[in-house]
């Protein structure tokens, strides 16, 4: 990975966990919605998909490195666009806090016993949108449009994206809405961004600590 990506990319993790974290300590005592729809109760619970859920970890970790690494330009673009996509996580998250109740899971399988596991150390609030359908979609979004890679490999984002989709509806982690709420969300940032140009001063930041290292 290039030395200009580091920073950048410990910046967007950083932001992430204070926006998923920190909006807690403000919505912690307001009204909470539950978006449940009558489709999200008849979804079953398939305790498998935990692995994605959790496995989808280390595909962020590569597309996250793959939308950064080729030039200033894209890292400046993704971070500013990725940072951008939690800022209005932050938004909702406070705006409209929601909740979900989930369902007891009482099989002794490995993969329910990993889904109990979540249910603990993951409270059922800060869910709309989804910031694990988010985060995989903005990996599909950082790298579909980067000549350098081959097909094969953007079109293998968008699958795990929407695998992480399914995970997090038959996990019972998120609902529909969530799911639906992110991808919009994070089009609608990436348009933005490109159309603006606000990633520019990030560019600019890092082409002056480029010149300033020389």
């Known amino acids: 990975m290039p030395v200009y990506a580091i ?10 966990m204070l926006v998923y974290g920190g909006t807690r300590c403000i919505n912690a005592d307001m009204k909470h919605f539950d978006m449940t729809l009558t489709i999200d109760r ?3 619970v398939i305790p498998v998909f935990v692995v994605v859920y959790f496995g989808c970890y280390i595909s962020w970790i ?18 500013t666009f990725d940072i951008i996509t939690r800022t209005c996580c932050a938004i909702l998250f ?16 490995i993969f329910s016993c990993v889904l109990r596991f979540l249910y603990k150390i993951d409270a059922a609030d800060n869910l709309f949108p989804s910031i694990h359908c988010l985060v995989s979609w903005n990996c599909y979004i950082g790298v579909r449009n ?3 890679y081959p097909v094969i490999f953007k079109n293998m984002a968008a699958v795990i994206a929407v695998m992480v989709f399914i995970s997090t509806l038959v996990t019972k982690q998120h ?40």
């Open 146 to 148: 980067i000549k350098e």
């Open 94 to 109: 406070v705006v409209i806090p929601t909740y979900n109740i989930r369902p007891d899971i009482t099989g002794e399988d």
């Open 7 to 16: 920073i950048p990319l410990i910046a967007c993790f950083s932001w992430n």
């Open 62 to 79: 590569i597309y996250y490195i793959a939308s950064v690494r080729v030039g200033r330009y894209e890292c400046a673009r993704f971070v």
């Open 175 to 214: 609902v529909i809405a969530d799911v639906i709420s992110a991808v919009a969300i994070s089009e609608v940032c990436w348009l933005v961004v490109n159309k603006t140009g606000v990633y520019r001063f990030l560019l600019n930041i890092m082409n002056g600590v480029k010149e300033a290292g020389k």
């Open 42 to 44: 008849a979804t079953p």
